[in-house]
């Protein structure tokens, strides 16, 4: 088992709905939570970052991260053709090494 | 500011052959860790450094080496080269090992294709 399992997609939505994107993790030693974005052959830009359990809010994204459950969410509303990409979620601990999901490939259609 | 950068972008090499991959921090970052993305794949952890000292270190062969030099840039060298070694590695620098909430850059990549 992964420690971190996310869902492949691909996920496809029409402009301006909202997404939803999860993963679950097994590791309870997991204390950061991240979500990246990755372009086509570029490497991961950092969207959220949270901190234990909780809610994160950043413009039209939003990360919530559920310790008892061990799962991790990212919503995105009003989504944009531009939102088009890989989104991996990532765990890490004390040791600060990140343990990274498979990533769920996004495309958004005009 | 520059981010973080390296090379090369892309790169063939032949099975068995060695290769050494480059990493500059963003300034001031002092840990830089280096990561192994497949194809298909979320990246993969396989070296950080710290201060000039490897902090820790994935589930990788003795292949893989590397080391941070007194300007904290990082090489990441590949000995015995396969065709499963064949990916996009990542660099990545943080301020600080200890103060995490600094976040962590990625650079672009460097594109290895092993034939």
């Known amino acids: 088992q992964k420690e971190v399992e996310q869902d492949p997609g691909p996920l496809s939505v029409p402009e301006g709905a909202i997404v939803s994107l999860n993963c679950t993790y097994s590791?309870?030693?997991?204390?950061?939570f991240m979500w990246y974005r990755q372009y086509s052959r570029k490497g991961p830009e950092l969207l959220m970052y949270?901190?234990?359990?909780g809610n994160k809010e950043d413009g039209r994204f939003t990360a919530q991260v559920d310790k008892s459950s061990k799962y991790i969410s990212l919503f995105i509303r009003d989504s944009q053709p531009s939102d088009s990409a890989t989104y991996l979620c990532?765990?890490?601990?004390?040791?600060?090494?990140?343990?990274f999901g498979s990533g769920t490939q996004l495309t958004v259609l005009p | 500011d520059a981010g973080v950068t390296q090379s090369p972008t892309h790169l063939i090499k032949t099975r068995g052959q060695h290769v050494t991959l480059r990493c500059s921090p963003i300034?001031?970052?002092?840990?830089v860790s280096w990561y192994q993305q497949v194809l298909g794949q979320g990246p993969q952890f396989i070296f950080q450094?710290?201060?000039?000292?490897?902090?820790g270190r994935g589930n990788f062969p003795d292949r893989f080496s590397a080391r941070q030099f007194p300007n904290y840039s990082s090489e990441l060298n590949v000995n015995a080269l396969l065709l499963g070694d064949s990916a996009l590695y990542l660099c990545?620098?943080?301020?600080?090992?200890?103060?995490?909430?600094?976040?962590?850059?990625f650079g672009e990549g460097s594109w290895l294709t092993v034939v």
């Open positions: 450094y710290y201060e000039k000292e490897e902090r």
């Open positions: 949270t901190y234990s359990s």
């Open positions: 990532a765990g890490a601990g004390s040791a600060r090494q990140l343990t």
């Open positions: 590791n309870s030693a997991f204390q950061y």
């Open positions: 990545a620098s943080t301020h600080t090992s200890t103060a995490f909430g600094n976040t962590i850059y």
């Open positions: 300034s001031g970052h002092k840990s």
